[in-house]
């Protein structure tokens, strides 16, 4: 497998730093004081911008903010229009990491991979435009719509051992398969990065995976992922990496890996990651890159790769990999596991039809060469049998590289002749891209080998209930059409009445021939010089794209503010009650489109919220509407009247305020209307330092029950926040707020605490993270 028809690839951008990297280790070791280290740990300690100034206090994992240097950054189209806006509005001639963007999110299913492309392109050419002419004018390399899914593109391509990479997906573990720290951000975080500002990580906490025995049958390393994240559950990774140890992880291939650490993102982990293995050079090998291969070797041999003896883990989870069963996860869920050999009853249990309606292989999960290959042996099994799927059977291939590959090796052919539809290289059914015409509005099951499945996300159906399997049992299950199907012990009568039982699928990790590039068409110039005189594609009267205007600071010349460096009063606009995710805050599905233009996916904010003055969703009291106005209105309206008044406002929050995920959108939008300060009983943390990012104050009640005391209308002023951004109070206490009640009651004081550091700080001051890093560029 060391031969590879592809060229040899320049290798230069794409090597970590080793020499560097592993001189920072050894400062951070004098630093905190010399003790084994877990893998996860080498690689991102080996990343810490001087340690020696911002490591005073030593790394306690859970508690101590790391600042970071990333070496490169990776965006889908969906997320790189915010994050490339935001770029441009940094005031950068160049990246300062090398950085590429990937056209897969925007391309839907229908017909087929040539006219979907064709499709798709036209319907999103003016967000393609923009991404391209950002990318040239910046020289970030640009892989058109056609080029494949960012995970896949990631891995063949830049992923190396002992890297640090951001990418705008929360996938972007994926790249993990390469013994690397590879983290999905949100944009904000992206350009953190692209500008060489450090960006900031609290410390995770590691979970050590001890893997021993080998996967034998039917299990594959998609069964080992859906087995843990039913131990683990969608929460049970948060705050934490992943790390993989023990004899089971080398005799796995790297794309094996890959699919493992995808699905971290499923129980909320960080990243994922494993020691250097002989699989993950033989990959390297194969995919162009022979001279990372051999530095990362000698990296290996100074021990960087792997943990040290004795690290330490947080928690660990023993997983024996001989008696791991094929296992299937969901509905709605992808921690809800359970072992093919249960899932007949399962699902007579619950009452659900024994129908499988389609079965969807690829993704940026699970369409590597070994998957492919896997899914060919079973293809062919069933044609000889004169076997057909009895359902749709689609199929994603993650990358043109892919794509290719396969069909050169005849194995697109043995998929087709037995039914398959090979769509785009892109996400398409796994974003929802899917024009599925049956169904609609029907219960149904399917089958995919994708790694989510929350309700709608496939086809857009709440009532689809989509099961997560591997490759194979997805491919298996498709030539009986059966939930109940177990193809490790049932059979499937066969047209001439004979009985048929499969064979345990075998696949081969690596091609014989070597990757073939296909297409190069839709293929980047490698590390592009920028191009600083391209001007950026937006039209003046695009509904889809809007270059941001920088937010104005809340304090000093031209801000209005009488109160200092104090927040200038601020009105409530409203109590939200409960549970409020960032879907809640700025919603998805057909508000997508609007991802690079803020005026107008405002329009969506807190529209599904709760008012706990009414008990009403997507309801807000305007106490100052004029006689033209209404009282009450929807929360966005009432919001457009504030910033139309140039009023400042403040939002009174519930329990674990935003959590749900990295969306950046669910703090630009307040921060777009005037919001300037949010108080809650409690944030989801990523979320709360997106709001500081976009210079909202973020504060906690000290006392819960203080919550019910403000209403909408009432006023709000801060107290001694001056004091804390002088630096002459630097206490979590430092602040407290007045509330003047709208009703003419008597002011008081309510007891609040803050979490923002010395640098959150200074981008409160400057109105927002974004602004500050301007005017550091700008000196
Ligand atoms: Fe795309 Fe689905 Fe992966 S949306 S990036 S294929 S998780």
């Given at each position: ?47 810490i911008h001087e340690?020696?100034?911002t ?11 790391l600042q970071l240097k990333p ?121 953190d990065a692209?500008?060489g500002t450090p960006w900031e ?558 640098d ?20």
């Amino acid at each position: 497998t060391e031969a590879s028809s592809l060229p040899q690839k320049d290798c230069s951008s794409i090597t970590p730093p080793y020499p560097k990297l592993l001189k920072n280790l050894a400062t951070v070791r004098r630093v905190i004081g010399d003790r084994p280290l877990t893998l996860a740990e080498k690689i991102l300690y080996s990343h810490i911008h001087e340690p020696e100034r911002t490591l005073a206090n030593g790394i306690k994992r859970g508690e101590t903010y790391l600042q970071l240097k990333p070496e490169r950054v990776a965006m889908q189209d969906a997320s790189a229009q915010m994050a490339l806006l935001q770029f441009m509005s940094a005031g950068m001639s160049r990246c300062a990491v090398p950085a590429s963007i990937h056209c897969d999110h925007l391309i839907q299913a229908a017909e087929g991979a040539e006219k979907d492309l064709e499709r798709s392109i036209v319907t999103n050419q003016e967000v393609f435009d923009f991404l391209e002419s950002a990318a040239r004018k910046y020289g970030i390399e640009f892989w058109k719509p056609g080029s494949g899914i960012i995970h896949q593109i990631v891995l063949e391509n830049y992923a190396a051992p002992g890297m640090l990479m951001l990418g705008t997906d929360s996938h972007t573990p994926n790249a993990g398969g390469l013994g690397m720290l590879a983290i999905g951000v949100g944009g904000a975080d992206a350009v953190d990065a692209l500008t060489g500002t450090p960006w900031e990580l609290k410390a995770p906490r590691i979970i050590g995976v001890h893997l021993t025995g080998q996967l034998n049958g039917w299990a594959t390393p998609k069964d080992l992922i859906l087995h843990l994240a039913g131990k683990l559950t969608v929460r049970g990774g948060t705050g934490s990496i992943l790390e993989y140890f023990g004899p089971g992880v080398f005799n796995q291939s790297c794309t094996g890996l890959a699919t493992v650490a995808n699905m971290g993102a499923e129980v909320g982990a960080t990243t994922s990651t494993f020691p250097y293995t002989p699989g993950m050079r033989a990959y390297l090998q194969a995919t162009g890159r022979a001279p990372v291969a051999a530095a990362a070797d000698k990296a290996a041999r100074s021990g960087f790769l792997s943990p040290d003896e004795h690290a330490e883990y947080d928690e660990i989870i023993q997983i024996n990999l001989s008696e791991l069963e094929p296992t299937i996860n969901g509905p709605f869920t992808p921690d809800l596991a359970t072992p093919l050999s249960k899932f007949g009853s399962f699902v007579k249990e619950n009452g659900w039809k024994d129908e499988l309606s389609a079965a969807l292989i690829g993704s940026c999960t699970n369409s590597s060469y070994e998957d492919m290959t896997s899914v060919a042996d079973l293809a062919r099994q069933a044609k000889q049998a004169g076997l057909k799927t009895k359902v749709p059977f689609l199929c994603t291939p993650g990358s043109e590289q892919i794509r290719a590959t396969i069909e050169r090796d005849q194995i697109t052919k043995e998929l087709e002749d037995i039914g398959a539809t090979v769509l785009a290289n892109a996400c398409g059914p796994c974003i929802g891209q899917w024009k599925r015409e049956d169904k609609k509005g029907e219960e149904n099951a399917i089958l995919t080998s994708f790694n989510r499945n929350f309700k709608s996300r496939n086809d857009g159906n709440r009532l689809t209930m989509n099961f997560l399997a591997s490759p194979t049992v997805v491919t298996a299950m498709a030539f009986s059409g059966k939930l109940s199907f177990n193809p490790m012990t049932d059979s499937i009568t066969t047209p001439s009445g004979e009985s048929f039982r499969f064979t345990p699928p075998r696949g081969k990790d690596l091609p014989e021939a070597g990757f073939t590039a296909g297409e190069t068409r839709y293929y980047p110039t490698p590390t592009p010089e920028p191009q600083p005189e391209t001007e950026v594609v937006i039209r003046p009267d695009s509904q889809r794209l809007e270059r941001l205007e920088p937010f104005p600071s809340h304090f000093g010349e031209g801000s209005g503010n009488p109160r200092g460096l104090e927040l200038p009063p601020l009105k409530v606009l409203m109590r939200v009650r409960g549970k409020c995710t960032t879907d809640h805050i700025s919603a998805a599905g057909p508000w997508l489109k609007y991802k690079g233009h803020l005026t107008n996916i405002s329009e969506n904010l807190l529209i599904t919220a709760v008012n706990d003055e009414g008990g009403d969703v997507n309801v807000a009291f305007d106490h100052d509407h004029s006689p033209s106005e209404s009282e009450t209105d929807t929360i966005p309206a009432v919001a457009k009247r504030f910033k139309a008044r140039n009023q400042p406002w403040a939002l009174i929050v519930d329990e674990n305020y935003g959590e749900g995920s990295a969306r950046e959108h669910a703090a630009l939008q307040p921060r777009f209307y005037g919001c300037a300060m949010i108080v809650a009983r409690s944030f989801a943390r990523i979320h709360e330092t997106n709001l500081k990012k976009q210079g909202v104050l973020p504060l906690w009640f000290v006392d819960k029950a203080d919550y019910g005391r403000i209403g909408s209308g009432d006023v709000v002023e801060t107290l001694g926040l001056a004091d804390l951004l002088e630096g002459r109070n630097t206490s979590d206490r430092a602040i407290r707020l007045r509330v003047t009640p709208r009703n003419g009651g008597e002011a008081f004081e309510v007891p609040v605490r803050h979490t923002m550091s010395a640098d959150q700080l200074k981008w409160l001051r400057a109105g927002s993270a974004l602004n500050y890093i301007r005017a550091q560029i700008a000196a």
